[in-house]
């Protein structure tokens, strides 16, 4: 039990779900938008060579095309902001964060790099920092549901429940379809003794992502704190077959 509501307070969930390479082709693909729309923005050929080793995983040579990029012209926002966006993903969030720093030194309304450099203070546990560049995101743009699910992981960790459910809430009025959402808000329900709510939110969740195994866990232990031992056992047995070890919850609850 102890070890769920561990989990929980981690809330490594962004990380989980929301695979960087997923990530990592939305961004490319809006910084590439943006060089052929001409802005303000610097972006040469090492630029855009940089973001196609990014979709191709070749990470060291984004790096360096980055590089040169920015020795070519020093005030180029977007390479910088390329390379920490590199750095994050090879998990040096050190490097991120100072990347990321230049990029919004350079460009204060950077909407992008106070985001990734929000999840990588989020990664390296300065809650502080993070929350405060999150908050930047959400007063740049407030249509984006990814910003509110990574506000409600970084108010869940400071133990502010309501503000985190309050968050969550706002990322499925954007996005109502998001199992992410509704699996964050189901461990946030469940972590503040909002047992039933917290399965119907797991629930949902599942209904929009049957893969979830971390789901059912969650949902089979808060069924367990009802009593519900059957339908907590179906849950961890169905976390079991996709894969997610499951061994000990069953070994615990269903004998």
């Not at 990734?116 to 929350?131: D, I, Q, T, V």
Request: hydrophobic share 35%.
């Amino acid at each position: 039990m102890e070890a769920v509501f561990l989990y929980i307070r981690k809330l490594k969930i962004l990380k989980t779900y929301i695979t960087l390479k997923r990530f990592s082709i939305i961004t490319v693909l809006i910084l590439l938008a943006s060089c052929t729309q001409k802005t303000e923005q610097y972006c040469d050929d090492a630029f855009v060579r940089g973001n196609n080793y990014i979709l191709n995983s070749d990470f060291l040579n984004a790096k360096k095309e980055f590089v040169n990029s920015i020795k070519s012209n020093p005030k180029n926002s977007n390479a910088y902001y390329g390379l920490a966006f590199t750095y994050s993903i090879e998990g040096n969030n050190a490097a991120a964060i100072k990347n990321y720093s230049e990029a919004i030194n350079l460009n204060k309304n950077f909407t992008l790099a106070y985001y990734g450099r929000s999840n990588s203070y989020f990664a390296y546990g300065n809650l502080k920092e993070a929350k405060s560049d999150i908050e930047k995101v959400i007063e740049l743009n407030d249509k984006l549901p990814s910003a509110y699910q990574l506000l409600a992981n970084i108010e869940s960790q400071n133990s502010n429940y309501l503000n985190a459910i309050e968050s969550i809430n706002k990322a499925i009025n954007l996005e109502p379809e998001s199992s992410v959402s509704y699996f964050v808000k189901g461990t946030l329900q469940g972590n503040s003794g909002d047992l039933e709510n917290a399965i119907n939110s797991l629930s949902k969740s599942l209904k929009l992502n049957p893969k979830n195994g971390m789901a059912y866990i969650y949902r089979g232990t808060f069924k367990s704190q009802l009593e519900d031992k059957k339908g907590a056992c179906e849950d961890f047995h169905s976390a079991e077959k996709l894969g997610f070890k499951a061994k000990t919850y069953i070994d615990n609850y269903c004998k």
